[in-house]
């Protein structure tokens, strides 16, 4: 038997790379919406942002000369059922077909994800996440994803981040609908459940050799000291960043404990149905994408407030540099700061064995699933050459420490069979626009032509792939 080959690639999203937000029949999205409104303190948008709509073929080229041979994006969910009557965008399907065309080309395997944070308005409009009719809509725009696309996307992701996405939406509000309510948290984390399961049930009736998955954002909570109150809080961050998506996407159920204690922290859980549960029961995934950037570092629950703040939080007011990231839930856990360890300019834990320690957990509570590292990378203000070219030297650090501590878990016999840099080239960062920049590729934003520009960290990645095609 031949061994399967080990997936290395770069992953980018629909709102943040695509640009054309209002050609070829696409709707409107709720990131369309709140750039262009007054909540958008910055008025920076994704309009156009790097383009992709119209340089797909140059970016996959690169993907393909930089020794990639798979490649994570997104469908724009209001590009293929723009409106509420659920008619189908034929131009939507036809676009993704094309990059599907480009990506054969080469040999690079698609991974595609049906919602990254870009809902459609009509949803919006509803009451978005926390909209009860959200995971019909969702398994019917599912439905038509994979009915069209078939065997040809062969990864398929539901959700990305359900995790930070809630947060963003309903704790710390800076991404839409912005608000601070923690009942309307969990309901939106509920419902991303159930939609991940009504799309998995419709992908079991198309009967595909494809294969799907959720991406999750969190790495494991973590403290700097073994007492019972640490290791509680550990528990704790663990229930509130890890379980609520982990356990009812692999296992099918929710643990007792985590609903108890959501239900004492306040929240009223009528939302929740026995109907929805039993389809999460039937409807598992195949294989878990995991997100790499930092731990969740806790201390017991002292005092204060249920709050949180993320790494772009600060950015929508025109401050360049945001508060640290941090998260007080009342009764649960508070964020702790270890000195010793560095942050990148966003006030983030570097902290690359964050990833070795996750994927043991995954595989000692979940045991084999197959597993991808769906987005790694380091956000940096990148300083340019007068060629346009970016010596990274701390992108290529940042990956690379990271990449021993992955292939380190692999080899003590976790189930990783593919990685991805977040992101292929520069694009539009939510929040942070586009000064905060990923990209393994510069985009130069100002020269008219959206003109990409590998970085060292492409040469880099590339002779890192080379030597480790075999892992
Ligand atoms: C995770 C998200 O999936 C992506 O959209 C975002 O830009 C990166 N993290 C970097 O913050």
Known sequence: MTKEKFLWGSATAAYQCEGAWDINGKGINIWD?????????????????????????????????????????????????????????????????????????????????????????????????????????FAYYASVVFKHFKNRIPLYVTINEPTHNAFCNYMVGNYPPNEFNMQHLCECAYNMMVCNAKAIREFRKCNLTSQIGIVHASCLAEARFDTPEYKEAVKYGNMFNNDWVLDPAIKGFYEKELIEKVRKSGIDLSFMKQEDLAVMKENTIDFLGQNAYSRLLVKPYEKGETCATVNNAGNNDGTERAAKEGKTVKGWFESDTDPNIPLNPWGREIYPKCIYNTLLNRKEKYGDIPIYITENGHGAYDIADDQGYVEDDDRINFINNFLAYILKAKEEGVNVKGYYVWSTMDLYSWINGYKKRYGLVRVDYEDGNLKRIPKKSYYWYKKFIEEHKDV
């Not at 910055?42 to 393909?64: N, P, Q």
């Open 33 to 137: 919406e709140f750039c262009h409104s007054d909540k958008n303190k910055t008025g920076i948008t994704g309009d156009v942002s790097c383009d992709f709509y119209h340089h797909f073929k140059e970016d996959i080229k690169m993907m393909a000369e930089g020794g990639q041979n798979t490649y994570r994006f997104s469908i724009s969910w209001s590009r293929i059922v723009p409106k509420e009557d659920r008619i189908v965008n034929e131009a939507g399907l036809k676009f993704y077909d094309e990059v599907l065309n480009e990506l054969e080309k080469y040999n690079i395997v698609p991974n595609v994800t049906l919602v990254h944070y870009d809902l459609p308005d009509y949803i919006g409009h509803k009451g978005g996440w926390c909209y009860e009719g959200i995971s019909d809509e």
